[in-house]
């Protein structure tokens, strides 16, 4: 792709403002590469737990000791680690069925969870948790913080799950640092002991040095195709935390009777280790690209979230735009920037589970994956842009180029 001297200029200007933080970023990804390479020797994977397998799956080491070395890379008890889990929404969804019996009530601390569990939670007639009896609270975030005084308040006898959403969502606020996960989970802790505390980790892993089940979660839950699986995963979900719940989700992945003493994969499970053994790395490089564009588009007068030059705790880039057509026009480009599908023209639709019609811009290997460079947006004011991603730095640098010029045609 070709650059006009003054779009090669904005983006290598930014570039040099980003280097204490790509520093800081380095150090990360370097412990979190050490305890994944640990993870990986502590159980001795081998070639053996690559194989596929087929039928019931009993005794798959590959499948066995994958969840071992989740467990461990979260410093859990217990994971599940699996293909057969087709979404981020769906390991929320069997963890919060898993865990939660009727009359128990759920409490959302950090505002509505993601825009997909909002039928999983609420909806009438379909399945939902209401329809099976279980009540539904929301504490929204004040200033991107928790608001203590009214999470006090909203805890009651029913209060079983408390329920913190790391990224930021379709929301402009900026994701939670993993420590003040950790301090609502003691704060919550010392009102209800018996409080099990649930965080969708999406987007966060190895964002930061520790994860949420190290500072108090009893459990987190993530999509595969985000930032542990490295790019290299293609499909599935994980669950790890506390054993006692993690099986009680096993329960409900499969069955009361089964848990997860069965399963099997017919394409064997390299992807997932070697994805997992990336992930430390092609975070560091989402993150790397997400910094620029914040820097890029800063310089030529928009808001990002998060500001420039403060840590990013999730990989996501807001970007916020004055018109619907720069909107559009952006995520055009991140598609037009793409190893795949670089042809496809994305427009608004209507997306299953989510309440606006949605612009998508994911020219990726994996369909959908959004540890890939991609972006996506509500059609919905404030115009803001979420982009994640990119497997290498240098991908999403050409494409911040790209986006910068097609964004400045279209003002
Ligand atoms: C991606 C995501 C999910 C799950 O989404 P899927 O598209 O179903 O994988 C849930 N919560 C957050 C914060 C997410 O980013």
């Not at 990986?40 to 071992?68: K, S």
């Not at 865990?99 to 909806?123: F, N």
């Not at 790395?281 to 030059?309: C, N, W």
Request: glycine share 10%; hydrophobic share 40%; charged share 25%.
């Amino acid at each position: 792709m070709q650059f006009e001297e003054k779009i090669i200029k904005t983006v290598q200007d930014a570039e040099s403002r980003c280097r204490d933080s790509f520093a800081k970023l380095e150090q990360i990804a370097l412990e979190n590469q050490n305890k994944v390479l640990d993870a990986f020797r502590n159980n001795n994977v081998g070639q053996r737990h690559f194989a596929q397998t087929n039928g019931y799956g009993y005794d798959d080491i590959g499948r066995d000791t994958l969840c071992r070395v989740f467990a461990e890379v979260f410093r859990a008890e217990s994971a599940i680690v699996s293909p057969l889990i087709v979404s981020g929404t769906h390991a929320l969804t069997i963890a919060l069925y898993g865990l939660l019996r009727p009359g128990d009530e759920m409490l959302a601390v950090s505002g509505a969870p993601y825009d997909t569990l909002k039928e999983v939670i609420l909806g009438d007639g379909n399945g939902s948790l209401k329809d099976f009896g279980v009540s539904y609270r929301q504490v929204d975030l004040v200033n991107g913080a928790f608001d203590y005084d009214a999470i006090r308040n909203a805890i009651n006898d029913k209060t079983k799950l408390v329920f913190v959403g790391r990224s930021r969502g379709y929301e402009w606020r900026d994701a939670l640092d993993v420590r003040e996960i950790g301090k609502i989970a003691k704060f919550v802790k010392d009102i209800k002991s018996d409080v099990i505390i649930m965080c969708d980790n999406c987007y966060g892993e190895f964002v930061d040095k520790i994860e949420p089940t190290q500072v108090g979660a009893d459990i987190a839950v993530g999509s595969l195709i985000k930032n542990i699986g490295g790019g290299i995963a293609p499909s599935g979900g994980y669950v790890v935390g506390k054993k006692q719940y993690v099986d009680q989700v096993a329960y409900r992945l499969t069955s009361p009777s089964i848990g997860m003493e069965v399963g099997s994969y017919a394409y064997g499970y390299r992807e997932f280790y070697q994805g997992l053994f990336l992930a430390p790395h092609v975070t560091m490089q989402a993150i790397k690209g997400s910094i620029l564009f914040g820097e890029v588009f800063d310089s030529v007068g928009y808001k990002t979230m998060p500001r420039p030059g403060s840590d990013c705790k999730d990989i996501i880039r807001s970007i916020m735009f004055d018109t619907e057509e720069e909107l559009i026009a952006f995520c055009r480009a991140v598609q037009k920037a793409s190893p795949v599908d670089s042809n496809v023209t994305p427009f608004p639709w209507d997306m299953p589970g989510y309440e606006h019609q949605v612009i998508m811009a994911a020219g990726t290997f994996v369909a959908g994956a959004s540890i890939e460079l991609s972006a996506d947006s509500p059609i919905k004011k404030p115009y803001i842009a979420y982009l994640q991603g990119g497997l290498t730095y240098e991908h999403v640098k050409i494409a911040a180029m790209y986006c910068l010029q097609s964004v400045l045609e279209n003002k």
